[in-house]
């Protein structure tokens, strides 16, 4: 059983559309996260989300919006998508400290 | 949020060398923790550090905590081709949101 999967784990798409990618996590965990990492490896913090408190990383573009229908789902939004939004984007979830990361997905805007 | 950064970026050893990777904070750490990233993969947890002076260990893996709790490292001895990846160390910021250093990359040659 895979505890944080993502889906789709490749998107190619083009400028100006709008996607989603999904997450769920089967661990009972309060906390989900969003991180993009870019071509260098970095990994930049996008959302921190639990039931009762959404943290937006201030340099996050609104095109980027999460949806999280309940506590296990943790679905990210992209409007308007650019070239620059090539990434791959990891969704995590937490209870205490350790994060626990999907698979990752590769998104390539074109 | 608070940053740490890691040095070196990226560390080319030979197979039986040891490796070690640093990370620096300004501001004092309630705690620390190190994950690794293989090549293709997703960022897998490591270890938490949590007190002034602690040193944990994983086999071959040494993990240290400064005194001031500002800094932390990880040293390998005797690497292996399986030791190859991407090492991250993390803060927690507010909300529970793990901040990453731009982690060094280690390539190991047999």
């Known amino acids: 059983d895979t505890a944080v999967s993502q889906t789709p784990k490749y998107l190619v798409t083009q400028m100006g559309n709008d996607k989603s990618i999904k997450c769920e996590q089967n661990?009972?965990?309060?906390?989900m996260y969003w991180y993009k990492q870019d071509s260098k490896k970095f990994l930049k913090i996008m959302f921190s989300?639990?039931?009762?408190?959404?943290?937006i990383n201030e340099t996050v573009p609104n095109r980027f919006s999460p949806k999280s229908p309940d506590k296990a789902h943790l679905n990210l939004h992209i409007n308007s998508l650019e070239l620059g939004d090539s990434a791959v984007y990891f969704c995590?979830?937490?209870?205490?400290?350790?994060?626990?990361f999907g698979q990752g997905t590769r998104l390539t805007v074109v | 949020g608070q940053q740490v950064m890691q040095i070196p970026q990226y560390q080319h050893v030979q197979e039986g060398e040891d490796f070690t990777t640093y990370c620096n904070s300004s501001?004092?750490?309630?705690?620390i923790q190190w994950y690794k990233q293989r090549p293709g993969g997703h960022p897998v947890f490591l270890i938490q550090?949590?007190?002034?002076?602690e040193v944990k260990k994983q086999k071959r893996l040494t993990f240290q905590f400064g005194e001031a709790k500002k800094n932390s490292s990880l040293h390998i001895t005797a690497t292996q081709t399986t030791d190859v990846g991407t090492y991250f160390c993390?803060?927690?910021?507010?909300?529970?949101?793990?901040?990453f250093g731009g982690g060094t990359r280690l390539m190991v040659k047999p």
């Open positions: 550090l949590v007190k002034s002076g």
């Open positions: 989300y639990n039931n009762k408190e959404l943290i």
């Open positions: 501001t004092t750490l309630s705690n």
């Open positions: 661990l009972g965990h309060d906390t």
């Open positions: 993390t803060r927690n910021n507010a909300g529970n949101m793990l901040t």
């Open positions: 995590a979830s937490s209870q205490n400290f350790e994060a626990f």
